[in-house]
């Protein structure tokens, strides 16, 4: 059993991410992704799990500033299904219910039981941190939106179950490590993350893109995002099926790196279970 950091209060989705994907696992709560990435880059934490990107509120932009120069390396993925609950102190009722607290991308996940009970939205700084504040007010008009496992951590009850207003909110996560650590090649449903800044040049992200189709490699995710501030320096992420030694992305990956100002490899890890099941890893 080992050691896996996360970005949050206990209890938060990241937290149960890892307890999903590593029971028996110790969790580390941080309070930013710095912090997170810091924890296993220092040896405090075997393992990072950090959100990248999530089906209703989109990419997690702390990452892509924070990974490429974390030092740490992409051996897995995670998907969690994000079931927020209505928690209450022991004893209250959602009659009761005045103020609803939680974190800002959570609050617009549930616009409809807001609506519907009439509740007043406060933004806090984080889900499981909404939980912590309603523990201690021990206010019955005081509610929080957050996951079960915030509940428990905080002596909570459960008023209502799944309140988000979409059924297929899942947040993806990056597995990290210190060490790389890679399936072999030729093994199906390997995924490799690639980062890349194309050169300054007509057509040059039209040739690095052409390279993956021409080859018959399928692209997963491509996000593009402004490097320090500048309008013409853009960087990007790209999730692609393959082992960078398999002879299709190696080719892939040479026309890239020759139509790219720099390129890096991130991470080459198994794809989870998610993607061909459409389930929440277990």
């Not at 912590?132 to 007010?137: G, I, Q, Y």
């Not at 005081?142 to 008023?159: I, Q, R, T």
Request: aromatic share 8%.
């Amino acid at each position: 059993m080992g050691i896996i950091a996360f970005q949050g209060r206990p209890g938060a989705y990241s937290d149960l991410a890892c307890r999903q994907a590593f029971p028996g696992w110790t969790t580390l709560p941080c309070e930013t992704f710095a912090d997170a990435i810091a924890a296993v880059h220092d040896g405090r934490a075997d393992l990072g799990m950090l959100a990248c990107e999530n089906s209703l509120a989109g990419r997690v932009p702390d990452i892509h500033a924070l990974l490429p120069q974390a030092g740490l390396n992409i051996v897995g993925e995670h998907f969690q299904r994000v079931e927020h609950c209505l928690l209450g102190v022991p004893g209250s009722t959602i009659a009761q219910a005045r103020r609803v607290h939680t974190h800002p991308v959570a609050m617009g996940q549930i616009r409809g039981i807001v609506e519907a009970l009439g509740l007043t939205p406060v933004v806090e700084f984080d889900t499981a941190g909404a939980a912590e504040l309603v523990a201690r007010w021990n206010n019955p008009e005081d509610v929080a939106v957050a996951s079960a496992l915030a509940a428990e951590l905080n002596g909570l009850v459960v008023l209502r179950h799944n309140v988000e207003d979409a059924a297929h909110n899942t947040t993806r996560f990056y597995i990290t490590s210190r060490e790389a650590v890679r399936p072999p090649p030729g093994q199906a449903g390997t995924l490799t993350t690639v980062l890349f800044r194309v050169r300054n040049t007509a057509g040059a992200l039209y040739k690095v893109l052409g390279g993956f189709a021409t080859n018959g490699v399928n692209m997963t995710r491509l996000e593009s995002y402004m490097l320090d501030g500048s309008f013409a320096a853009t960087q990007f992420l790209l999730d692609v099926e393959g082992h960078p030694e398999d002879a299709a992305l190696a080719q892939a990956l040479a026309e890239l790196a020759f139509f790219s100002e720099t390129s890096a490899i991130l991470g080459v890890y198994p794809g989870s279970p998610f993607r061909g099941n459409g389930m929440a890893d277990r």
